[in-house]
């Protein structure tokens, strides 16, 4: 009967910009907010998509982080805006370095990303960061499709600023482990006259495509209910990934960056042959694929990045042979 129900809804096309009001109550329910704050998209990809044509003008900027997820660049060029890097510094902890933001905004800076948890480095932004970047002025874009996935000490998200236009992006892809379900939402926040005009000019946008199919959007609510218990299965795998990973380098010259959340661990590989032999070298000789620093714009090298997502078994044998493999390396 259910079926058949959602079948026949299925059928009328009723399309809402923002999404259809009952997907998007489900959002409100689980993000805590008002719904009339809420647009639904069909990717967080698809999110920053609709953001820069909303912000920037072509030959505009938005500040990216560095390290961090690598489509930034193509997502911004493809909508002719530069996408220029600030750093993340790491001294033990990834922190924002603030310096390379101030030398990064200029007259075309109309945004500033942040992902948190980040990808690969899985460190939240903390809340006093958050204080100092809301300070620059500038529309934040906060992506938090990693949040759920915490691996030690769970953290919550430090409360949006009040005095800024922030742009929040999650979806299905990460909570439900579906990116092919194609549901992600942004949710907009601050000052009121800014958060109205955004979001009505983000009406438009959607308007234009109305991508997000109304199956899926029927379905949200239900999938959301699915949710906690598929993101705490993924988290377990990870976390249990984590903790091989962390006894498999100890004592050896890998050393494990240790992620706060998220899919992947970074690791530093000790500096005797370039990156991009090491993990060539791990393919051809270990069988094992590991990501490349560079991939994700680490400052210096070598790096390899580890998904953690990994069946237990073969991740436990992967991390063994990445040892093996780094050790022998080492010893000529
Ligand atoms: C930080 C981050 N944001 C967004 C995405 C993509 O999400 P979506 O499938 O919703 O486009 C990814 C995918 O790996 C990601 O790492």
């Not at 439900?176 to 000052?191: E, I, R, T, Y």
Request: aromatic share 8%.
């Amino acid at each position: 009967m259910a079926l058949e129900r959602a079948q026949s809804a299925s059928r009328v096309y009723r399309p809402e910009a923002r999404g259809l009001r009952s997907a998007r109550e489900a959002v409100s329910e689980l993000t805590k907010s008002p719904v009339e704050d809420i647009v639904l998209t069909a990717s967080t990809s698809e999110a920053y998509s609709y953001l820069f044509k909303l912000l920037c003008d072509p030959g505009d900027s938005v500040l990216v982080p560095a390290p961090s997820y690598p489509l930034f660049e193509h997502l911004a060029e493809l909508e002719g805006v530069r996408a220029v890097p600030y750093r993340l510094a790491y001294d033990g902890a990834w922190h924002v370095d603030l310096g390379s933001v101030r030398a990064a905004v200029d007259a075309r800076t109309r945004a500033l990303v942040l992902v948190s948890p980040n990808n690969p480095t899985g460190h939240y932004t903390r809340e006093a960061e958050l204080a100092e970047l809301a300070r620059f002025g500038l529309p934040l874009i906060s992506d938090e499709v990693f949040a759920p996935f915490w691996l030690g000490k769970p953290r919550p998200l430090p409360p949006r600023p009040a005095d800024c236009l922030m742009f929040t992006l999650d979806g299905l892809s990460k909570r439900a482990g579906s990116p092919q379900l194609k549901l992600g939402w942004m949710l907009v926040s601050g000052p009121e006259g800014a958060r109205r005009e955004a979001l009505s000019r983000l009406e438009l946008i959607a308007d234009t495509f109305l991508s997000v199919s109304t199956p899926v959007q029927q379905a949200l609510p239900q999938l959301l209910e699915l949710c906690p218990e598929i993101t705490e299965h993924i988290a377990r795998r990870c976390r249990e990934n984590l903790a091989a990973l962390s006894q498999a380098v100890r004592g050896s010259a890998v050393t494990l960056l240790t992620p706060e959340a998220g899919w992947s661990a970074p690791l530093h590989l000790p500096r005797v042959v370039s990156e991009e032999e090491l993990v060539l070298g791990l393919l051809r000789d270990a069988s094992v694929l590991v990501q490349p620093g560079w991939f994700y714009d680490f400052e210096d090298e070598p790096y390899a990045i580890v998904s953690l997502l990994g069946e237990p078994r073969a991740f436990h044998e992967g991390v063994a042979r990445l040892v093996t493999h780094v050790t022998r390396v080492v010893d000529g």
